[in-house]
């Protein structure tokens, strides 16, 4: 199990649609709370900390609050650290140069300290994080029972600078690859195949020295009769970090056919990248940092030869003419040396593959695994004062969201009722009462005062809607609540929540055999804003270029308060689902000036649904049972196919509208 920070807080990556259970259950700016909750209710044999001090180091309160609520979890606790901070402070003193002052004094004042140069910015850390750096490694090192790091250099900065004990050495985890074919791979990326073929990797920021990296190639263009291709693969961080970089290399690019930058790209489709190319550069640049290159470990294992930087703290682990080729950083002439000579000499080429080979071997992702289990059963064994069971292996606490679930107390072999067994059912319903292409209306309420509301603007267009009383989810007994779950419930979910929830997949219930075809399903805080008898129109249209949608939104989008429209493009995983990445569920395409087909958006208010979406909703439900509110878990039911108007007939109403009309 692997608890993460939320994701709009964190940014977001690959690791969403990994298929080990996790749940997001921190955050760096409101504390650890629900994070004791969860391991609390887990009951962990051990706690393996991931830790990044280039997020961390500069928020004083979440380290302390970090460091607190690890003081009160009762497993032993073992923390990676990705990142050991070099210690500049007791070299460093302020300039002497007066200029230099004044612009350590302005930099110190800056607002937007990324704007300043490299150098200053170094000085300015030196200057005021490394106190705090200082103060996290003195008062957490009685807390984690060993630290990890990636090599030896950081083993040697962590104890000997900062005087940690129990330091370990675990190299960063390597996939190996069998190349594809090159040529065909060359053809899928539209590369000559003639071509000299140079690839780098990962996020933009100026720490990879793209710029300078763009000038070299340029020159070596310049030199060669073959022509050259070269490729930075990788876009901007989670975070935003590194977007003006970037700006500034789509700059400079911008004239060179022979230089491109991809921006993401899945992690399924790199190795075509890495078997078209002829070699890989990492250009970093010095930093204020020790730590292991995740992007060497990606690229040690590929069989093709790397080139990078020496003195940077990024790549100590891989050892210059042996298993890559390393040249001083931000030296030119080095670089273009280097790079002509692994291009000409075969043997230098072949013997850096072959050990880096090695390399990849001795540190495949298994014996990474083995090494760690081998730590924990360590640990829990000199943890005289954890009351655990014997700990069972590396998979019991990294398991995927099946085996999470099927391992609950009590939920492997307990067959559980139908969810139908739980639905509310309509009552005295009258005739059917929908327009033309929709056989019933429904307006889900609770309130009679909103519905009302609601009907009079419809029954102006000789709209008579059906009031399906909403289920009020705080009178729900907690043994039907205890069977609606997964069966646990997500950190967002309210007994309201649950009851909303409930009401709908009551009345697609109810649809669902009562025969329908087409239904509209609202919510009581709708507002009309044009003749809702167009949609017969518009189902019309939509019938004759898409025979197979399942649900209409009325509306583009979702409001705010303000009546601002929200589109949705984050993921809220379920713990029990297999999810696609987020390009899939994010997706926008145009079908006409009508409509957009959609893969997820924020509201639940006005729908139209076929009778095919509400088997797929109910079908959805009745396997993995409820976990995260309605509008948050329809983006996963499968195949399901949405359409969003582009123009609005019934939306959602503000809240701050729907206060002003309550009032009068």
Sequence with gaps: MVFAEDREISGYDDSQNSNIAFRECWNRYTGFWRLLD??????PDIVHVQHEF????????TNRKFLEACRQIAAPL?????TIP???HRYWTPPENRVQKILLDRGLRSNNQRALPALLRREIAAFVYEPAVRHFFEDSNGIFARKIVHNKAMQSIAATRYGLSNVVVINHGVTTYTPLDMMMCRRKLGIPEDSIVITSFGFVSESKGLLELIEVIRDFEESEVLPVRFYHVGGLHGTGIGKSYMEQCLRKVETM???????????????VYYSASDMFILNYSPGTGASASGCVANLIGTKRPLLTTLGTNRTDEIDHNHNCVKVPYNDKQALLSALRNLILDVRLRSKIVERANEYAKENSWDKIARKHEELYREVIRKTTSSSRSAFTGFGSSLQTYKDFTLSIPGHQKQQRPPLTSYLKRAENKPQPNGIRNVDFIYVISLDKKRFSRTARQLSQYSILPYRFEAVEGFALAQEIIDQLGTPTFCEEMSRKQLGIIVSHLSVLQDAYESGYETIWV???????????RVLSGLIDELDGFVRDWDLLYTDIESKDRRGKLVPRFAITPRPNFPRQRLAYYSRRKRLSSNFTEIGMRYGSYSMIIRRSGIKKILNHFEKYRIYLPYDLDLYL????????????VVSHMSKGLLAKRAAK
């Design 38 to 43: 969860e391991l609390r209710r887990f009951e």
């Design 54 to 61: 280039s997020l961390f180091y500069k928020i004083e309160q």
């Design 78 to 82: 073992v923390i990676t650290y990705h």
């Design 86 to 88: 070099i210690p500049a």
């Design 257 to 271: 056919d022979s230089i491109k930058l991809t921006g993401y790209i899945p992690e399924e489709e790199l190795p």
């Design 522 to 532: 609202m919510e009581d805080d709708v507002e009309v804003i044009q003749n809702p």
């Design 637 to 648: 039911v499968p195949e399901l196919k949405q359409i969003s108007c582009t123009h609005e």
